[in-house]
Structure formats: structure tokens, C-alpha cells
């Protein structure tokens, strides 16, 4: 079982697509184990986004991430890491297939209304990152069974 975390950046609770990623991801199978806003600070933008720190585009990359709260959120899965960047869509909006959540909502490259863990270990990395324990719930539910087959885990 794996954890992904998932940003929803300012553009989508702007637009009010928050309720819709949510629907989506729920109807996916996937188990919502964390929930929250936050205003991002930049100290964990910079942090955050460290990767990215020489690119032109980080200093408006970070004011569009403080511009509005953002809602995050903790998704378990069967490799749900992969399943979760799936149904976000390529980066590029314009170029992100339809049926994705950035696909359907975007036509940014920027403004790309969701971020989404890209490997298990940066999944883990953020989840540190953005959510204390006591954020993150175990809970049994009574779908388990309908949702994975018996050899699957
Ligand atoms: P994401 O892939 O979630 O994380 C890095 C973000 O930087 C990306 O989404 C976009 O929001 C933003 N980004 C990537 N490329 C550009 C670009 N060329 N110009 C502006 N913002 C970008």
C-alpha cells in the first residue's frame, strides 16, 4: 500500500474544482487518509520546490502557490503514487491527455490546479513535510474487499 500526496494548488479552489478532484479521486478507489488548507509559507515553498530553484519561473511559481490557501491531502492505493499522477496529466496542461484532471480543467502550463508525489520516495519526503502524525488517519473500510482482488496488496 502506498501514500501520495496531493496539493491543490490556488487556481482550483479558486475556480471551485476542489469537491470535483476530490469526487474523482474517491470514485478512483483511492482511501483519503489526510485532509487539510494551509497558507503555504515561503520557507516550505523554498523547500518544496527546491528543485526548481534555478528555473525562471520559481519566484512566480511561489506567488501563485501563496496566492490562495492550498488543499492537501494524503491518498492511500495500491501504487497509488502512480495511479494519482495518472489522473493529474502531463505538467503542461495543453498537452495533458483528456479525461486527466488537467486535461479536462487546464490550458495552463503553469496554473496546472494540482500536484501530484512523482515517485514513492519524494511521496514520503512530502508527506513529512506536509502533514504532522496525529494528520494522518488508519482506518478500515468496508469497501476494502470490492475494491482490490485477494493476491493483490
Ligand atoms: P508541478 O509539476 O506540480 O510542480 C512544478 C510547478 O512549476 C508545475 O507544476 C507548474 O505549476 C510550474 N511550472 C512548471 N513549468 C513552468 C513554466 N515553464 N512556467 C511557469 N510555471 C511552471
Known amino acids: 500500500m502506498q501514500r501520495t500526496v496531493v496539493l491543490l494548488k490556488p487556481d482550483a479552489l479558486q475556480r471551485g474544482l476542489v469537491g470535483e478532484i476530490i469526487h474523482r479521486l474517491e470514485r478512483k478507489g483511492l482511501k483519503l487518509v489526510g485532509l487539510k488548507m494551509i497558507a503555504a509559507s515561503e520557507a516550505l515553498l523554498d523547500e518544496h ?8 519561473f520559481f519566484a512566480e511559481l511561489k506567488r501563485f502557490m501563496m496566492s490562495s490557501p492550498l488543499v492537501c491531502m494524503l491518498w492511500e492505493g495500491i501504487e497509488a503514487v502512480e495511479v494519482v499522477r495518472k489522473m493529474a496529466g502531463a505538467t503542461n ?11 479536462d480543467f487546464s490550458v495552463s502550463g503553469s496554473a ?8 514513492v520516495e519524494t511521496a514520503k519526503v ?11 488517519f488508519e482506518y478500515e473500510t468496508v469497501l ?10
Open 49 to 56: 520546490y527546491a528543485h526548481h530553484k534555478d528555473k525562471p
Open 112 to 119: 496546472n490546479i494540482i500536484h501530484a508525489s512523482d515517485s
Open 144 to 153: 476494502s474487499p470490492f475494491l482490490y482482488g485477494k493476491d493483490e496488496e
Open 126 to 136: 512530502e508527506e513529512e513535510r506536509f502533514f504532522e502524525k496525529d494528520e494522518i
Open 93 to 103: 496542461s495543453r498537452q495533458a491527455d483528456m479525461g486527466s484532471i488537467r486535461g
